[in-house]
């Protein structure tokens, strides 16, 4: 398995970042393009076609708040997805940015908004892009990603317990957080709405584990215990602004 070069790295997660908005601080309007060591810069497209699909996505009121989710998936065969902002639409409150989602892999965000109302529904876009080939990463002994390995839900005393475990392709990641995420679903598994539970780990070396408590206030209406799920996003920040 090739390793994570410290400079090269935050060339693509933290230079990316700065691009796409990890925080939500207003950035230059001209920044510059980043790079891989001294390959070719990050792209705002893949090199075969591939796009950032929106798979399914889901708004659900709860008492004074609602949950919303959104799952991406890189459809490129041959190009890391290594930032996706997403837009929730002009009458949300829903935005958020997605990190390295491998060819093939989808990945979800999603939160909880406190309000007085929740939106009927969500009509999730994509905004921006930034891709770099998989081929110019194993160039820089680099291997990029994170895969879940398996989550679960289960009753503490007064809470739900929430637990994942995940591994990581490559060792010494900055600036790649792995977010624990709830995803509400109905008994015949139509998405409901997801919510981040605030439990993050750092991408390490190998499997790591986040573990987290919720109240049963949290959980939604219609929601089916077994059909919902716990998973992970990688991401430097999922916005909600």
Known sequence: MT???TAALAAVIIGVGLLAGCTSA???DDPPSPTVSNSAPVTDTAGDGGRAEIVESAVTALKDAYIWAVGVKNTSASDLLVVVRLSGGEETNVNGVLHTILPGQTMYTGARVKA??????????????RWVPMETLARNDMDAGVELIEGGLEHGSDSYIARVSFSTRGVGVPAQTVELLILFRDAEGVLLGGMATGSTGVAAAGASAI????????WPAGADEAASTVTISVSCCA???
């Open 211 to 218: 573990r987290s408590t919720f109240d049963f206030a949290e």
């Open 239 to 241: 916005v909600i602004e």
């Open 116 to 129: 007085d109302a929740a939106p009927a529904t969500i009509s999730p876009s994509v905004t921006e892009t």
């Open 26 to 28: 207003s950035q230059p």
């Open 3 to 5: 390793r994570y070069g």
